[in-house]
């Protein structure tokens, strides 16, 4: 049994259908595990010194994953802001331990952020490893009809559905749905749903994606590989010729992600965007595609109503041995109060240091 590093960037696009297979036999191919969403994370947004960790048993891939230095003596394993997951195809008997033993330099910590445990193996076992929850996503299990699930829901939220219901027809507004699954017509789609949610608070604190930025390109790219597999679908609501809500998702059998939802705020008062997500899920439920739809955020109580079912993502922390947790344990201690724990200037600049590059 050994782990092998090397360049996510050099190695990961031919060592793909191997790791598609690993993510069919662990996680029944999840699709933000999938090669066609990892590839374009590592092309658009991996360090240089991002690594592709593998581990073989007799010749046969056991585990991988995509791992990157955080700082001295810390690793941790690759991460994109706003997506709840992370690419860790570990099996439940992988070998942490030796993982750690194989970094470069003292590894003594390695941190796995962003585990759903439905589709993790990875367990807290102190002080070795540990487990902090992080946040809580929402699913919808696309059981029995539409009717059943949404009689299912408060009465507040079927309520407020109704009043905006109304109001677009007392309005006199002209009301359109639209699906996009080809190829070409996805690509559009996703830059249309780029310049909405620029146009709105996400593209006044930069955060939102456009057809010219890096995000705009990232998620182009997923979409369309999803869509050549029949795999990708864009949903948008028209109201009066107008552009109101869009909403992005990918799938597998077992279940449909929501990867990005955006609205025109100047359409807040018809609520366009929870207009949408009824549409879909009532599609979704009618189509049959799909076992489940998760979400793969950190929802709010607004959000939790349309649930079904709901689980917390979590955070762990795997350490080379209990030393190396207790060490941790001390820097992070002397954030509070670093003079009382090491008594002097010099130590004390050189542990803040170090505390700084753990952040």
Request: aromatic share 10%; net charge positive; proline share 6%.
């Amino acid at each position: 049994m050994s782990w092998s590093l090397s360049s996510a960037h050099t190695d990961f696009p031919a060592f793909a259908p191997a790791w598609d297979a690993l993510n069919r036999r662990l996680f029944n191919a999840h699709p933000l595990l999938d090669s066609a969403f990892i590839a374009p994370l590592v092309e658009l947004y991996g360090p240089d010194t991002l690594r592709l960790a593998r581990e073989t048993v007799d010749g046969q891939l056991r585990s991988a994953a995509l791992i990157r230095p955080l700082a001295p003596g810390a690793w941790r394993v690759f991460a994109l802001g706003p997506i709840q997951m992370t690419p860790a195809l570990m099996a439940p008997e992988a070998d942490w331990d030796a993982l750690l033993r194989s970094l470069p330099g003292m590894a003594l910590l390695l941190n796995v952020n962003l585990q759903d445990p439905q589709y993790s193996h990875l367990a807290p076992c102190p002080p070795v490893r540990r487990a902090f929850d992080h946040a809580c996503t929402i699913g919808i299990a696309l059981e029995g009809d539409f009717d059943r699930y949404w009689q299912g829901r408060s009465r507040h939220l079927r309520q407020n559905l109704g009043r905006y219901q109304r109001r677009l027809r007392e309005d006199g507004m002209a009301v359109e749905w639209r699906q996009y699954a080809e190829p070409d017509a996805i690509v559009a789609a996703v830059d249309r749903y780029s310049v909405l949610e620029s146009a709105g608070w996400k593209g006044r604190n930069g955060t939102a994606l456009h057809p010219d930025n890096l995000q705009g390109e990232f998620f182009r790219r997923v979409m369309q590989r999803f869509a050549h597999r029949a795999s990708a679908r864009v949903w948008e609501l028209w109201i009066d010729g107008q552009l109101a809500a869009s909403r992005l998702a990918i799938g597998t059998p077992d279940m449909l992600v929501m990867l990005k939802t955006t609205y025109d705020e100047q359409l807040a008062r018809y609520a366009p965007g929870m207009l949408l997500l009824r549409q879909v899920i009532e599609e979704e439920f009618t189509a049959a595609r799909h076992r489940r739809i998760e979400f793969y955020t950190n929802a709010t109580p607004a959000q939790h109503a349309w649930a079904t079912d709901s689980r917390w993502i979590r955070h762990f922390e795997v350490y080379r041995n209990r030393l190396s947790a207790s060490v941790i344990d001390g820097v992070r201690l002397s954030r509070a109060h670093p003079r009382a724990l090491l008594g002097g200037t010099a130590a004390v600049a050189a542990l803040a240091a170090f505390s700084a590059l753990l952040n």
